[in-house]
């Protein structure tokens, strides 16, 4: 589970990135978070992968409290946490498998495990024939299925998905998003932060809606807050 108490993140400029954040998401969740630019997705973010620490209240993951995390455990913290960005971040001189195998070799899984379970995580993206193929044969829905891939190398517990489809066409976002709904029903907690209105529209999953650092609507099967 993840629970936000009172949260505020003020940086040192003086700008407040939350104020004051009071939020719930259950564990198997799909939540999507949206926002306009400076309602603080991105410190929301970047507080749940320990970029960056709270300055008030309280902010638990699972058994952890972010507050007070020593730097040591952060790697073993973020390894519940699978991560996709909007702008892929493949090695371009690695092969789809190496992409993938990557994460796990980081963590020292063994290369027998590793030949086991990259193929399963290829088939559930639907990437199983592209094996040896590098970034720059792929399409960009192809390249964000594989960042998908790695971001489930290590079975986390949660993914979080920062604007996936920013970079990849229409018909490509829809295919991202069923992945996405797909692995949030084998019992994963997922958060994608989006602007993308015909998306949460029509997903029809939970939405948190930020503006000015705050939460300012939070629904079920609710519709984008065009107010944000």
């Known amino acids: 589970m993840i629970e936000f108490k009172n949260v505020k993140k ?12 009071n939020l719930k998401i259950n564990d198997g969740e799909f939540v999507f978070v949206v926002g306009a630019s400076g309602a603080g997705k991105t410190t929301l973010v970047k507080l749940l992968l320990r970029e960056e620490k709270i300055t008030s209240g309280k902010l638990m993951v699972d058994e952890f409290d ?12 973020r390894r519940q946490i699978g991560v996709v960005f909007q702008d892929f971040r493949l090695f371009e001189k690695k092969t789809v498998f190496e992409n993938v195998a990557f994460a796990m ?6 290369a027998k495990v590793i030949k086991r379970r990259v193929p399963t995580i290829l088939k559930i993206v639907n990437l199983q024939d592209k094996f040896d ?3 720059t ?6 390249q964000q299925r594989v960042a998908l891939a790695r971001a489930l190398a290590n079975n986390p517990r949660t993914i979080i998905a920062d604007e996936p489809t920013g970079n990849i066409d229409p018909n490509m976002s829809l295919e991202i998003m069923n992945l996405l709904i797909k692995i949030q029903k084998k019992n994963k907690t997922v958060i994608v932060v989006t602007h993308e209105e015909k998306l949460v529209d029509y997903f029809q999953q939970r939405v948190i809606s930020l503006r ?9 099967g609710g519709m984008f807050n065009a107010q944000v």
């Open 10 to 21: 003020v940086f040192l400029n003086g700008t407040v990135a939350l104020d004051g954040v």
């Open 105 to 110: 070799r980081v963590i020292g899984e063994p």
């Open 212 to 220: 000015d650092g705050r939460v300012i609507d939070d629904r079920t």
């Open 133 to 135: 193929c590098f970034p």
């Open 66 to 77: 972010l507050a007070k995390i020593p730097n040591y455990k952060v790697p073993f913290y």
């Open 137 to 142: 044969e792929l399409s960009g829905g192809e």
